[in-house]
């Protein structure tokens, strides 16, 4: 008997391991809104980099070593990957905190599981299921819904705010580095693969950083940066891992539902951003399309 308890005990456990990234992901993009006002989207981005790589790397050099012709084979992928990831998903993220509230970047990035499934369908030709296209619909519906702030007529009237439309774009380069890592499943270890594209990410920064310039850290702006360094840079990245690892990824991406509901508790504590009914009617029809999206039935 106390086995079984146990046991139950560290299946409970089982499930908190998605819940720190989502909570820290949710956390993120309150602190991405702040930033906005204290710090460039290019700045930011570049110092979260470097502070990242040069805390991963004691933990990661040995693999280096013992990886580097896997990598270097691979150099093209891996810098693909981390253009997607470490530069335009970031970047547009930092850039959409000007010019839209948390709440509708958090909700907004709920639905890279929905952007997934169109992406696979360009990119790898695999069709959906018909739960899938119907799943699809309706949380697409509630994108519309949202940005529109209440009405779908809206978002052709002055409604939908650049922010959106750019953290649409950065959660459709999310979905394409999921879906091509997914599909290359390159024969590198985690944390190594994550220092590479950190490395990769620094060096395609270099150039921007050439045209709009570098801000310094100081007393006004350290608080972000160290954040986005730690956390979503690296304690996120190796949670969600190991929770790919332990539950899959289609249960664990059901854990990203919670976070426009964690975004829009501190957004509101803290940004003093108001909940609106937009908001919850476009997050319901997120969460039930993404949850439907994941039935399994025969391909159409």
Known sequence: MSQQVETEKTSLW?????MVPVV???????????AASVIEPISISFWRLVIALVLIFPFVYKKLILEHQIILKNIGKLTLLSLLAMVVYQCL?????HTT???NMSIINAFIPIFTIFVSLIVLAEKPTIYGVIGSIISITGLFFLIGRGSFAGVFQGGFHFGDGLMIVAVVSYALYGVLLRHWKLPISLG?????QTALGLLIHLPLLCVVGLQTINATNAFPVLYAALLPSIVAP????KAMQTLGPNRSSM???????I???????????QWMYYHSIGTIMAIFGVVLAQKKLKKI
Do not use: D, H, Q
Not at 14 to 18: G, L, S
Not at 238 to 241: A, D, P
Not at 255 to 261: E, V
């Open 24 to 34: 820290i992901w949710g956390t993120n993009m309150v602190v991405t809104r702040y």
């Open 263 to 273: 975004t829009a508790i501190i957004a509101y504590i803290y940004l003093n951003e």
């Open 14 to 18: 089982i499930y908190a391991i998605p």
């Open 101 to 103: 509230t948390a709440t």
């Open 93 to 97: 993220s930092y850039t959409a905190g």
């Open 192 to 196: 190594a693969s994550l220092f590479v």
């Open 238 to 241: 190796f949670m969600w891992m």
């Open 255 to 261: 854990f990203t539902n919670f976070g426009p509901i």
